[in-house]
């Protein structure tokens, strides 16, 4: 099975080599299965080479950080428009996937038969600089807790391109009933002081 990973930036740098890590670290799959791509406001050497270097399959989009275009929504359209994969997770700067996640997830999805659906499941809480564990969420979610299966892109991408924030929300109300709910911790959301879902 094959799988796009859509990396978000939020201009949150310092994180998103951890990130970046935790698909590399993934479990029970074949990377070469995997296609990452990394949408960001900056250039960093020391980040692309990470990219080129572990992952065979992979994209780096450096957005222009003073376009009036700079919005949640458009850097996530331009992410999936490159997919190759319909079947698409999506991951915070600032977040990381469990060791299992892409492996738990595509064996749900061999049960699954619509043909478009979100998936999401619960995150687990950590905090910044301590990476201690402060408590598992019962279905509190974030864009790192989502994954997608779209086979008509456009569609998809002329409405997420019109949110500018909250993005996760405005996904769940996209699919409307093709959603699944797996009750499995498989995202660990960092929370810290730059995340404004934590203000």
């Known amino acids: 099975m094959k799988a796009s990973v859509i990396v978000m930036d939020y201009l949150r740098k310092k994180?998103?080599?951890?990130?970046?890590k935790s698909i590399k670290n993934q479990k029970g799959i074949d990377l070469n299965d995997i296609e990452v791509i990394v949408v960001k406001y900056y250039k960093d050497e020391e980040i692309d080479n990470y990219i080129k270097e572990n992952f065979p399959n992979y994209k780096i989009i450096n957005l222009d950080p003073n376009s009036p275009d700079r919005y949640c929504g458009s850097a996530l359209a331009i992410g999936i428009k490159e997919a190759s994969s319909n079947l698409i997770f999506l991951l915070d700067d600032d977040d990381m996937f469990t060791e299992n996640k892409i492996s738990r997830i595509f064996e749900i999805v061999k049960n699954i038969k619509y043909d478009k659906y979100l998936i999401f499941h619960k995150m687990i809480i950590t905090h910044d600089y301590k990476g201690k564990l402060l408590k598992k969420s019962k279905y509190?979610?974030?864009?790192?807790?989502?994954?997608?299966?779209?086979?008509?892109?456009?569609?998809l991408i002329d409405y997420i391109r019109k949110i500018y924030y909250i993005i996760d929300r405005s996904l769940v109300c996209y699919f409307n009933k093709k959603i699944i709910k797996v009750d499995e911790p498989l995202t660990y959301y960092r929370r810290h002081e730059e995340?404004?879902?934590d203000k």
């Open 195 to 197: 995340n404004l879902t």
């Open 15 to 20: 994180y998103i080599l951890d990130a970046l």
């Open 140 to 155: 509190r979610y974030n864009n790192s807790c989502l994954v997608l299966y779209i086979k008509d892109k456009e569609k």
